[in-house]
Each structure stands twice: as structure tokens, then as C-alpha cells.
């Protein structure tokens, strides 16, 4: 895994070594970056948050890219260590906030962020369970946008959202989500 764009273009990521973790692959995380750019027109300063985060690969993909912030959270204990490895060899650390434990743990938002990521387990439908629970805790502002990696397969179908776009990538389908 590497790092696609941006000042940490080339650069190495750690996977977790278990398999509870199923890290994006590069191509993927090109063609998301690709749809997003279209989108937003550029990652600078903006606040993202990276959900069901493993390596932290999607988060630091936007930091290299010119996010001000990435809010990584995660649960498993290995991806946990593999994340926070990542973002020391980076020296990404300062513009990180690592949260151990589940994503719908996360509390009320301070405020909303500009992006939001959610790469969650396959054909479990926890990542449509994550946004709702999230946009009700005001993580989701009018100017958001958010991706959600799922099998090829699994509908994303999520109150008070619209789908922009969904594309297909190999056995992943990315789907980006707006307020509507």
C-alpha cells in the first residue's frame, strides 16, 4: 500500500497484520481520491473524518493531499498500533485525532467536517448505520460529503441523504453521499 498524491506521494503504508481489517486497495483509493477531487476541487484545509479507519490509509491519503484535519476511528487493537505507526513515519501525528473504539461511540460534534469517510466492514451495513447516527450528532453539515466503500453488492439507502454517484471497483462499490 502507498501513498497515491500529494507530499507523501510513493510513501508506504503498514496493513494491519490480523484479518480483521480489509485495507483499500491502492486502485480504489485512487479512483475515490479521482471522484472527490472532481467534487471538492481541492483537500486544502479541510476537516475530514475517517471511519472504520484500519491502516488509516483513506485519512492520510486526504492529509497528503492537503487536509488540515483527520479524525481516525477505529476499534481493533492491531489496527490501531498500524495506524498510529503510519501517521509517526508520516510525522502526521498533529493533524491527526486517533479515537479507539466504535464509531458510533463518537459524541456530539464540535462541529461538522468537510469529508467523511467510512470504509466498514462488507455486507453488514454498519457504514448506513454510522452516517445516520453520525449526521443525528451533527458531524454532517449542508457543504459535506460522504464515501462509503460497501461489497459490489450492499444498497447504501440512508434518511435525509442522496446518493451523487456510485461507481464500481473491482468486488468494492464506492458511493458518495450529500445531505438532501
Known amino acids: 500500500m502507498r501513498v497515491i498524491a500529494g507530499e507523501w506521494r510513493g510513501r508506504k503504508l503498514l ?5 480483521a ?30 471511519l472504520f479507519a484500519g491502516s488509516g490509509a483513506l485519512g492520510i491519503e486526504a492529509l497528503s493531499r492537503g487536509a488540515a484535519h483527520c479524525l481516525f476511528g477505529e ?15 508520516l510525522g502526521a ?16 460534534a464540535k462541529r461538522s ?20 447516527k453520525l449526521n443525528r450528532l451533527g458531524w454532517i453539515g449542508a457543504d459535506s460529503w460522504v464515501s462509503i466503500e460497501t461489497s459490489e453488492k450492499e444498497i447504501v439507502d440512508v434518511a435525509g441523504f442522496e446518493i451523487d454517484v456510485e461507481r464500481r471497483v473491482g468486488k468494492a462499490k464506492l458511493t458518495l453521499l450529500r445531505l438532501s
Open 93 to 108: 501525528t498533529s493533524r491527526a485525532d486517533v479515537r479507539a473504539g466504535s464509531v458510533l461511540g463518537l459524541g456530539p
Open 113 to 132: 467536517v468537510d469529508l467523511v469517510l467510512i470504509d466498514a466492514p462488507y455486507s453488514t451495513g454498519a457504514g448506513s448505520v454510522a452516517l445516520d
Open 75 to 89: 476499534q481493533d487493537r492491531d489496527a490501531l498500533d498500524t495506524l498510529k505507526k503510519n501517521l509517526g513515519a
Open 15 to 19: 496493513a494491519p497484520k490480523n484479518d
Open 21 to 50: 481489517t480489509r485495507p483499500t486497495a491502492d486502485r480504489t483509493r485512487e479512483t475515490l481520491f479521482s471522484m472527490l477531487a472532481s467534487r471538492l476541487g481541492s483537500f486544502e484545509g479541510i476537516h475530514v473524518a475517517d
